[in-house]
């Protein structure tokens, strides 16, 4: 069984950056996709960026030039590198990974866009 664990949200400025990351512990076999959604208080979870193991990237159009994903096989993490954020980027950020056939969620992380 695979857990995910994420970290680096916070409250920040618009305009600041923040970086997330997760990390997958457990019984992990190969991870194919590596992906970023959020969950804005009313609305429905949506993709913000995806990375296939190759390095293959596609964002939210909403983020694209801002967000940068990226990952580190070795150490079963993914991050966020999250840069000249919105007041709209408020939301809770989970983190999704497919191994094998199994997809796991992360628990999620807070970010928080002051204006």
């Known amino acids: 069984q695979v857990q995910l664990v994420e970290s680096g949200g916070g409250l920040v400025q618009a305009g600041g950056s923040l970086r997330l990351s997760c990390a997958a512990s457990g019984t992990i076999f190969s991870i194919s996709t590596m992906a970023w959604y959020r969950q804005a208080p009313g609305k429905q979870r949506e993709l913000v960026a995806t990375?296939?193991?190759?390095?293959?990237?596609n964002y939210a159009d909403s983020v694209k030039g801002r967000f940068t994903i990226s990952r580190d096989n070795a150490k079963h993490t993914v991050y966020l590198q999250m840069n000249s954020l919105k007041p709209e980027d408020t939301a809770e950020y989970y983190c999704?990974?497919?191994?094998?056939?199994?997809?796991?969620w992360g628990r999620g992380t807070q970010v928080t866009v002051s204006s």
């Open positions: 990375m296939t193991r190759s390095g293959a990237t």
């Open positions: 999704n990974i497919v191994s094998g056939y199994t997809v796991t």
